[in-house]
């Protein structure tokens, strides 16, 4: 590359482009990681007690879809990753059938500590939690999110969610898309619920990537 190509780009404001994106970028990295050292010291709520370390979240941070579950479980403690046990599994074999790869999205949690024995959070705990989802969404802006299973969902409509009958639905939440569905732990159960949740997932990443 010599002077002169860059001078090109120069006049063309190219340059410039590429440097407003690439700090757009280090600013959202540098957001995530003081929300991470935020809910690594937490004690807002009880559920810290019972954390080895708290869940952040993982994934693209420009993605157009997000996935948000209920709460970290065993190997999600033990690794600080989000979906990694058998769920989380499951989720990615579904992702990777549809012809997409879980990197694609970002991947969260309403609560980033794991309750004991993997109990479901009470409706205060995920409100004590829910702003530090808030902020992880106003840094991605994903277009729609995929909330898996009925904690998810009630933390974001604030009431009961049943979810079977719920599941599915398309509900404007402030500038987003949520999609409603079950969580893949719930699919390890009941295998013949695959297809649904599969069908629900091809939805949100067509609306993700809908115009
Ligand atoms: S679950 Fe959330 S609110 Fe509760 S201690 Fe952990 S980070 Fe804090």
Redo the contacts with the bound molecule.
């Keep these: 590359m010599d002077k002169n190509y860059f001078r090109i780009l120069k006049e063309l404001g190219i340059d410039e482009i590429f440097v407003e994106k690439d700090n757009m970028q280090q600013d959202k990295i540098k957001l995530l990681k003081e929300i991470n050292e935020e809910?690594q010291k937490?004690?807002?709520?009880d559920?810290?007690k019972s954390?080895t370390q708290?869940v952040l979240g993982e994934g693209n941070i420009n993605a157009k879809l997000m996935f948000v579950g209920e709460a970290p479980g065993a190997d999600e403690d033990r690794l600080g990753r989000p979906f990694v046990g058998r769920a989380g599994k499951l989720l990615t074999s579904i992702i990777e059938e549809l012809g997409h790869k879980r990197e694609e999205f970002y991947i969260s949690n309403i609560?980033?500590?794991r309750p004991p024995n993997n109990r479901t959070p009470t409706p205060w705990?995920q409100e004590?939690?829910f702003p530090?989802l808030e902020k992880q969404i106003q840094i991605i802006n994903p277009k729609v999110l995929c909330l898996l299973g009925a904690a998810a969902a009630r933390a974001f409509l604030e009431r009961n969610v049943a979810i079977t009958k719920e599941r599915g639905q398309i509900i404007n939440w402030k500038d987003k898309y949520l999609i409603l569905t079950f969580h893949p732990a719930y699919v390890l159960r009941n295998p013949s619920a695959k297809d649904t949740l599969k069908e629900d997932i091809k939805k949100a990443i067509e609306l993700a990537y809908s115009d």
């Design positions: 809910i937490c004690t807002k709520c559920l810290y954390r708290a609560n980033k500590c705990e004590a939690c530090y």
